[in-house]
Structures are given as structure tokens and as C-alpha cells.
Nanobody, 126 residues
Framework: QVQLVESGGGLVQAGGSLRLSCAAS????????MGWFRQAPGKEREFVAA???????VYVDSLKGRFTISRSNAKNTVYLQMNSLKPEDTAVYYC????????????????????WGQGTQVTVSS
């Protein structure tokens, strides 16, 4: 069972930046595709970004250029750098791990992911 622990959320003013981290307990982390999702109040969970085991990335179109996903396999950690934050980015952010994806692939679909963190709140004030 993989444990995922997110951190780095908080309250920030519009235009500011935050970097979220997600630490994984599993030593085979490097083989997992990792994803970030978010859920705003009253809305469904939505895809944000994903990174393959080999480092390939994909983003939701609306966030390209502002958000960057990266990973450190040495630290079993995936990151989400969020810049130029807007009030509409306010949500609980979740990281997730997909253990069965080939190393050069990743998914934008939440149903593909096997393990989820508890989430970290990001609040952007106007």
C-alpha cells in the first residue's frame, strides 16, 4: 500500500505562488505515473497535471504556462509549482499514483489512479 502525503498548501494572494509536494512511501515510486487533481467546493474533481515515470508531462490546457509538475525519484516526491495564482485556483489539491502505467505514459483520468493522498487546501484571495 502506497502512502501519499501532500504538503505546501495555504493561503496566498492572487498573483502569488505556491509549491505543493507529495511524498510517497513506496520505494518503487520511480516507476509510477503521478498526477495532481483538484476539487473546488461544489465541483467535481478535475485533472491538473501528470508526469510519467520517465518524466513526460501533460497538463490541462487551461493551466499550461502557470503550473509545472516535476518529480524527484531520489526523494520519492512529486511537485506542483503554481504561479500567477487566481481565486479560481482555490481548491483542495490531491496527488495520486498510478502503479500500472508504462514508464513513458500517464493518464488524465482519475479512475486510472490507484492511490490518493489526503489533499492539501489552497486558497487564493483576491
Amino acid at each position: 500500500q502506497v502512502q501519499l502525503v501532500e504538503s505546501g498548501g495555504g493561503l496566498v494572494q492572487a498573483g502569488g505562488s505556491l509549491r505543493l509536494s507529495c511524498a510517497a512511501s513506496e520505494r518503487t515510486f520511480s516507476s509510477y505515473a503521478m498526477g495532481w487533481f483538484r476539487q473546488a467546493p461544489g465541483k467535481e474533481r478535475e485533472f491538473v497535471a501528470a508526469i510519467s515515470g520517465s518524466g513526460g508531462t501533460v497538463y490541462v490546457d487551461s493551466l499550461k504556462g502557470r503550473f509545472t509538475i516535476s518529480r524527484s525519484n531520489a526523494k520519492n516526491t512529486v511537485y506542483l509549482q503554481m504561479n500567477s495564482l487566481k481565486p479560481e485556483d482555490t481548491a483542495v489539491y490531491y496527488c495520486a499514483a498510478d502503479r500500472d502505467m508504462p514508464p513513458d505514459r500517464m493518464s488524465t483520468r482519475s479512475v486510472r489512479y490507484d492511490y490518493w493522498g489526503q489533499g492539501t487546501q489552497v486558497t487564493v484571495s483576491s
